[in-house]
């Protein structure tokens, strides 16, 4: 299980993503991340609850008009930073969450690294990022 919020606002998110993930904490205790668009795209991930996550959100002084967040019980990959959702492309231009199982990921991965792209996490969802990345690459539909 996990929980997922997405804001878009004439004002900061940070706030509107953080009591979003407050009150899915229920749906993930391993940890929680937030990806925020503002002059590019800036990530923060944390193990543990929502409380770390805020308290490192506010020491970066995270701002921005568009975002997601995430709060995550682990199906694949240890409950770790770096397992953490959200999880962003080799260019750190595209960011994703996810909320279910990627049956043929470990296929997906193996195809991906043989393109050059680099896995950071264990976890099944990164593959989406490098493969949006890929077909965006390559001007494919991702419809496909």
């Given amino acids: 299980m996990c929980g997922i919020v997405?804001?878009?606002?004439?004002?900061?998110?940070?706030?509107?993503?953080?009591?979003?993930?407050?009150?899915?904490?229920?749906?993930?205790?391993?940890?929680a991340g937030l990806a925020i668009i503002s002059n590019g795209l800036h990530c923060?991930?944390?193990?543990?609850?929502?409380?770390?996550?805020?308290?490192?959100?506010?020491?970066?002084?995270?701002?921005?008009?568009?975002?997601?967040?995430?709060?995550?019980?682990?199906?694949?990959?240890a409950p770790t930073e770096i397992n953490a959702h959200p999880h962003t492309d080799?260019?750190?231009?595209?960011?994703?969450?996810?909320?279910?199982?990627?049956?043929?990921?470990?296929a997906l991965r193996r195809q991906l690294q043989q393109q050059g792209y680099v896995f950071e996490s264990?976890?099944?969802?990164?593959?989406?990022a490098h493969l949006v990345h890929s077909c965006y690459a390559r001007h494919q539909d991702l419809a496909r």
């Fill in 122 to 128: 264990e976890t099944d969802t990164e593959v989406i």
């Fill in 90 to 106: 080799d260019t750190g231009n595209i960011a994703v969450v996810h909320n279910g199982i990627i049956e043929n990921y470990e």
């Fill in 6 to 31: 997405g804001a878009v606002a004439r004002r900061n998110v940070v706030p509107l993503l953080l009591e979003g993930l407050k009150r899915l904490e229920y749906r993930g205790y391993d940890s």
């Fill in 44 to 77: 923060v991930r944390s193990i543990g609850r929502v409380a770390q996550l805020e308290a490192q959100a506010h020491a970066e002084q995270l701002s921005g008009e568009l975002g997601i967040a995430h709060t995550r019980w682990a199906t694949h990959g």
